[in-house]
């Protein structure tokens, strides 16, 4: 089985992840004119409004729905989530007091998708390693939470999707400036880049969230279980599940053998498969692998 990580190694990745996430609003985000994801965006637009720190609106935004998260979702997921949202808030707070100017990239109007694009890869990482570890980083993920488990059928990150495009809808007017006249100009711009900044980001988290192990289960009917196997053990070192089956259309009695490979060990299983007469087979993607068996000698 797959080994459980310790909690404090658990606590301690939510910590860095955090942190991470602070430089990334400080030196890519908060400088150029954009709205990122989620509840941390309204924080975004306040402190570009008002001045008032995106810290502190966090710790004002996440606290109370921590502690609902608490009492109404799942404990273990509000307090990683609370700790990551307490870590970042003053990590933010330190970081703005610091002289980060030569370190940030400010784009000025020009060329903005880049920081974008930096901006959403890190942030896709911070989201996969926190959803990983049952934790996330606060806002719209915890009202996402709670409202699939309320209403199962509502997926997740289509939940989280529909906030984060109200978020983007808002941008519209808040980065509006006026114009010699006084007449405000609106501009889309800072809508597309926060729904750029959503793609990549979410892009990025689901690759982490289906994780690195992932491989090719083969299921295979056929007329030859005991030479495929033997194959299939020999060649390329794994083993099978053998299940008895009848055709349906023949009344046939057939096996069915499933096999779960590596993604290089695909192109060698199809080639096994070329030798053998009445035989069929189909492939499958499997996102993460679980467990062994003893390895084959």
């Known amino acids: 089985m797959k080994r459980r990580v310790h909690p404090v190694l658990t606590y301690l990745k939510i910590i860095l992840v955090a942190i991470l996430l602070a430089f990334n609003y ?34 004002l935004i996440n606290v109370p729905l921590c502690t609902l998260a608490f009492f109404l979702v799942d404990r273990r997921f509000a307090v990683r989530t609370l700790v990551f949202c307490v870590t970042y808030s003053f990590s933010f707070l330190y970081l703005q007091s610091l002289p980060m100017q030569r370190f940030q990239y400010i784009t000025n109007g020009y060329d903005t998708i880049y920081p974008v694009i930096l901006a959403g890869v890190t942030s896709g990482f911070v989201y996969g390693v926190c959803f990983r570890s049952n934790a996330s980083t606060g806002g719209t993920e915890i009202l996402s939470k709670y409202i699939s488990k309320r209403n199962p059928e509502l997926n997740f ?43 990549i980001s979410s892009f990025v988290g689901r690759q982490i969230l289906r994780g690195t192990k992932t491989a090719c289960k083969f299921t295979v009917i056929t007329a030859h279980p005991r030479e495929l196997e033997q194959e299939i053990t ?64």
């Not at 908060?30 to 810290?55: C, D, H, R, W």
Request: net charge neutral; with cysteine; glycine share 8%.
């Open 234 to 297: 020999n060649t390329l070192r794994h083993g099978c599940t053998e299940i008895s089956a009848v055709g349906g259309f023949s009344h046939e009695g057939r096996t069915m053998l499933i096999c779960v490979v590596n993604k290089h060990q695909m192109v060698d299983f199809q080639n096994i498969l070329k030798k053998y007469d009445n035989t069929f087979a189909f492939a499958e993607t499997v996102s993460e692998t679980y467990g062994n068996f003893k390895k084959i000698k």
């Open 157 to 199: 990150f289509w939940v989280t999707f529909t906030l984060n495009a109200i978020v983007a809808a808002i941008s519209f007017f808040v980065y509006a400036v006026p114009d010699e006249s006084g007449t405000m100009i609106y501009n889309y711009k800072p809508v597309c880049l926060c729904v750029l900044y959503c793609f």
């Open 26 to 59: 400080e030196l890519f985000i908060v400088e150029n004119g954009f709205a990122p994801a989620g509840l941390n965006g309204i924080a975004t637009m306040v402190q570009y409004k008002t001045g008032f720190s995106i810290g502190y609106m966090s710790l």
